[in-house]
């Protein structure tokens, strides 16, 4: 998720560094700071796109707050045939 994709990106050469993560949402309860100040640091992106699978909103937060923090974007689908939608 969050942490796996930033260690992925972090060495990268490349120019612009933007995660999008498709996801159910479904996430404990977690304290993202600490990720979201090293996605900041290396300027970072992060998108976070929810397929609606009847997940609470509490648990959308800490995904949502980490797309919000980092200047990328969040969407909810209702169903995966939406995704090609938002792109």
Known sequence: ?????YEMLE????????VILIT????????????IADYKKRNMTFTLVV???GQSADSLEPLKRVATATG?????VKD???LPKIY
Request: hydrophobic share 20%.
């Open 51 to 53: 397929i609606d699978e």
């Open 24 to 35: 159910d949402g479904e996430t404990p309860p977690h304290d993202y700071s600490q990720t």
């Open 11 to 18: 060495g990268s050469k490349a120019p612009v560094k933007h």
């Open 80 to 82: 995966a045939a939406e």
């Open 1 to 5: 998720g969050v942490e796996a994709s």
């Open 72 to 76: 990328g974007r969040y969407y909810f």
